[in-house]
């Protein structure tokens, strides 16, 4: 039996207005193995590697590698022992270079050295994981995923021991996570030590050796691969409310009712960061009642097709029209006006101020048009989704910053889907939700399509969410909308054909 | 811990007071003197006037912070609402009657109130214009629009505005007694200490009652504004994140400019109450007469943490302490101290040194009120 | 024309001031810290700058240079304090910065003071006129090579991480405290640097009341106006300290009141920076997005 890599013994963490974030947790992981954390959304999993990665120091409990004691005081010191995380939310700083990020971490270069070095390995390790991004491109210019996809280039240009992913495949575009799994096969034969963050749970089942469940702050269980099973797991993570996830196809009796169309887009054009054209000559319908999903890679103009639609990117050429009226390039506010839902590609930075509290980020939506707020029927809204969504810790003045990244998401979510009545726009719903609660957002979708008579066009990365909700479904590749497909009797390798071609 | 608040604040304070005394010690100064000296002031009536001006700004500093608006230009906004309530007062309805029908003088006081007001508003507002069509940053911006306060009202006292009863001096007339504010009471003086104190301070909130109207009233409006008007969350959404408010389909240009706006405006409003109340005319160079009032009242904005409930008590301790160092830097211990040393003449570097001194720690020594402090084992 | 006296004695002297402390705060607050002690820091430089031309004659014999060397020594102290108890605790960068503002102030008299009594004018030691071409190109050098290293270095790179983002940079892998530490030391030097020119070869006299004539935020306001930008640094700093050595001047030739001729830097500066916001310096002039604010180390962090 070989000894761990890398273990903790008895941490616990709490936080300032006494979460519990982590009890008592002890976990090995060994060189050669992929070990992944499960846990529903706010079980302490991120807290956790934060502090295997220094960005928290433990209030108890040791950490040891290669059976040795270690205080890991920053990342710094992590990095150096060749412990490396990507986080669940992109750590990059925004007005700096691809290439400029990574110089930061890189101990092999000189403080008076340029980037001219980086730039060359970036390249290297590009092509070796499969990754198509120019290093001289702005952290800014990229989107969610991307940013991800730097994050993990950057873990492997700094040869780690131990790689710690949080949430960061589960988005990886097809040929990217093929290359990635093979990059992963070889890592471990180095033995090396991988510890990675899901919430796929069959993906976590299908490359971890060794997997560990977090419920509220405590291990309530550790199981070898060869002996764990999908349910088990979901059981564990879950309680009672595992029985409820499903990826089935939501029986759709009401194709029938579907009303008159409330979203109309007529050649659409838009512009990316850079200029270039990013939506090209798209049209489509949307409406009452129907949902349209968007499935294709990250980077193919989805992105740049909802802010446009919600007004927040000029439209060069081409119309939306929103129950009846021409709203192209009218302003974001016109538009939400009429009562349009919108969740953006990257919910924390767009769609959440986090130094307010969950009601004041609530209020500001629906108190909108008012001079004076109605607070207690804004608190009772808050309550009223936290309730229905389970955000945890279910407090409507606690600041949004100190919520873990699942609940951050739900907050946005339920109140974007609460807001919309004639509309949502939505990218990636269910990003970072874990299973239960993303069905449980799929189904509440589903029901305001059907039930309020809502018009829906969402785009995702995860395919199987498209099939799963879609009325209709579009692909969007190179700016370039085709569609649409039943999502029934299309086959799916029609639609991956179209997402890659 | 329900007064940890105010523990902390007096804590911080004690130690930064306690410093300095050392520091005083060290060099040949008695420190019973200074901690002494320092202390009283702190209960004595003479910084009402300050307290109160100093306030104000910070209410008005406040709503633009809170916004991360950093309007640094509380003092050329009270600037230029004084220059409008020297036209009214000075220009418009100058008098030389001792007195005037009551309705004529509230009617001439309101309007310069209302027209400073304004000034001070659209003062603040054209940073803000700038601040949301340009992009250009806020604080160059307010700094610069401060100085060109300045000039504006030094050519404007040097041309029209110079008075006829200045004697070759360059300065407006006096304020006509009519427009006054302030109260005059007699001050009588009875020996016992404590009467006296408390006798002082009625007295100050007699002579300063329309400022302490204004202090409350600002002070519910802001209070008002940040916890009741949808306005005011914007304002602190603006200050977190502007995506997010992009996203909500807020225009983010006007909350900007209105933020401003507010700001000036009470600014402005303060101008006119302190023109009205206290100054009475404007002498030229302008920059040498409010003491800086602008600029002291960053410093008490920020020293509250933008924490609405301790904006008076900066203002108390900056104000006590204003008089506090300039008391202590005349005691005779310390001028017969600075000659031995060298330096007879500079007391004043003691005033500043204290001064800063004891901010310096009482900013430092805050963080321990909102943060639990947690020792990190190693 | 103008003149070639006013040039070297006047314009010259208040431009390489100007340029070096606006330079200075500049690359300071890419660092993320709000420099409010500016003014304050300014003048116990020029204070320690005449002690240092009569303190330090043993060690370095040339007075204006052992005044600079002083000067630019107590600035970096000063600095430094105010830099490491920003990064090291929570709180409020404005409050520290105008404290320390007073503070310096007071420092500045102590230091200057008994010099000033004792010896009266600076005039014997103060920079001569040709030294002040070699500090214009020494100050020109000095621009060119921050920018470089600001734009292209690691260290640049790292300077920009911890203003854009301090927690986010630290993720990365910068160690946060010392990239504020140097950047502290460069920017405070120029600072000081510059602070002792104001007295040795603009003024070229010092007096206690000068604390209150607020040259540091003309310096400040300068930067600002740049967009801290090194090299826009230099035809800003040249209006500033052209527009403000030359008041006098100006006031006179052109026959307006002296408030006239003082009101021209600051519109010229305002204009100035509408002219930009209009072109595409606008993105490059942002400040960093981080300025001035408070940085928790832990639990505060997302
Ligand atoms: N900085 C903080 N201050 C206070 N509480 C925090 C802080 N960070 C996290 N928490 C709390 O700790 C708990 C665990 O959060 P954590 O981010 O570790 O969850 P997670 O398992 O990663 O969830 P998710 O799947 O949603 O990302 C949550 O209840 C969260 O509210
Ligand atoms: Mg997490």
Redesign the interface.
Known sequence: MTSPLLSITGINKSF?GGVIALDDVSMEFYPGEVTAILGENGAGKSTLVKILYGIY?P?KGDIFFQGKRI?I?SPIDAIKKGIVMVSQIPQLIDRLTVAENLSLSLTSVGLFESMKNVRRVFKEISDKIGIKINPDAKVWSLNYTQKQLVEIARAVLLDAKVLILDEALTYLPVEERRKFYVYLQRFKEEGRSIVLITHKIPEALEISDRIYILRRGKVVGSLVRENATLEQIRELMFGEAAKLITYERFSNPYEIQVGEPIIQVENLVVEGEYGEIAVNKVSFKARAGEIIGIAGIVGNGQRELLEALV??RRIRSGRVIIDGVDVSNK???????KGVG?I?DQPL????????TIV??I???F???????N?SSMIEITNKLIKEYSIYPPNPNIHVKLLSGGNIMKVVVSRELEYATRALLAYNPTRGLDEATATFVRKKIKEKAVGDKVSIVFASEDLDEVLQLSDAVFVMNRGVLYGPFDPVSTPRSKIEELMVM | MKYGGLIVVALSLLTGIGVFALFSWSIGINPYYVIESILTTFIFPGIVKDFLILSLLGYALLIAFKGSL?NIGAEGQMHMAIIASVYVTLILFFTTEKSLPIHVSIGVVLLSIVLATIAGALWGGLAGA?KAY????E???T???N??AY??G??LV?GPFRGKYVWGYVRTDLLPAPYKLSISVKKTITGDPIVDTLNGYLVEAIIYSSWITALIIVAIFTYWLFN????G??I??L???P?????????VKKTTVTAFMLSGAIAGLTGALYYHGALWRLEY?LE?QTMGYG?LA??V???S?LDMKFIPISAYIVSALIMGSQRVSSLPVVREAFAVI??G??E??????????V??S???L??IQ???I?V??? | MIPVDLLIDKILPAFITFYLVSLGHSIFEKSGILN?AID?IFFAATGAAILGAYLLLPIIPYPPIAGSVLAVLVSILLGLFMST?LTF????H???G??????????G??LG??VR?RYGTVYQIAYTREDVLELLVISIVIGLTLHVLIEKTKLGVAIRAVGENPHSASALGVKVMHIRIIAAIIGFALMGLGASLFILSWQRTWD?RQ??QGYG?LA??TA??AGRHPIMLIPVSLLFGGLASTQTDISASLKV?T??A??IP??A??IL??V???TGL?KI???PSSL?KPY?K??KSI
């Open positions: 300032p120091s209030d205080v005081g007004g927040l302003g974001v506010g016109v538009i939400r006006e919108f953006p930075r767009y769609a959440v101020s986090a130094e307010n004041e980020n209020a500001a939506l108190s909108r048009q008012q001079v004076v707020i607070w | 950093w700038i340009t992009g250009v940053d604080v160059p911006v700094l610069i629009l100085y060109i000039f504006i030094n050519i040097y009741k008007s949808s306005l969350l914007k602190k959404i200050g977190s994140n995506d997010y408010l992009v996203t909500l389909g807020v225009n160079p040498y600029y960053i410093l904005t920020w020293l943490m060298g330096l003449g500079a004043i570097a003691f005033r500043l040194l204290m001064f800063g001194s901010l310096l009482y900013s430092i805050r963080f909102d943060y639990e947690r990190v084992k190693s | 409010l304050g108890v605790l929570p709180i409020s404005g409050a520290v105008l404290s320390l503002q007073f503070f310096s102030y007071g420092v008299i102590i003071y008994s009594m206690f604390y209150s935020w400040f306001a600002l106006a009141p408030d006239v003082k009101l600051f519109l500066a305002l920076m509408l930009y916001s209009s606008r002039f942002a400040s001035g928790y832990e639990e």
